[in-house]
Nanobody
Framework: LLQASGGGLVQAGGSLRLSCAAS????????MGWFRQAPGKEREFVAG????????YYADSVKGRFTISRDNAKNTLYLQMNSLRPEDTAVYYC?????????????????WGQGTQVTVSS
């Protein structure tokens, strides 16, 4: 079970830190990802991180502004979001990757959190 939190309303240029708490003992067995979905749009990849944080991936749209990290001892995934823009407004989802080698493909993820709303005002 994945539980995302930390969303909210923030002005453009502001920051938010999302968290994703995982239950169970196998969190460190999964590569993890953050995705987002804006109204009327498809779910898109934001960032991904391998099991031991060796490999990290970002969508071009967030590179240099967002930072993904994980704490396997706390079974928690994070997304630090800085310099937020109105176009970052979306519901953000965390997910556990169970197949394939591509972090950006939603088809490679079986377990999804419930989502947390991020709204950036201009």
């Amino acid at each position: 079970l994945l539980q995302a939190s930390g969303g909210g309303l923030v002005q453009a240029g502001g920051s938010l830190r999302l968290s994703c708490a995982a239950s169970g003992r196998t969190f460190s067995s999964y590569g993890m990802g953050w995705f987002r979905q804006a109204p009327g749009k498809e779910r898109e990849f934001v960032a991904g991180i391998s099991r031991l944080s060796v490999s990290i991936y970002y969508a071009d749209s967030v590179k240099g502004r967002f930072t993904i990290s994980r704490d396997n001892a706390k079974n928690t995934l994070y997304l630090q979001m800085n310099s937020l823009r109105p176009e970052d407004t979306a519901v953000y989802y965390c997910a556990a990757r169970v197949r394939g080698s591509t972090y950006s493909d939603t088809e490679n993820y079986d377990y999804w959190g419930q989502g947390t709303q991020v709204t950036v005002s201009s």
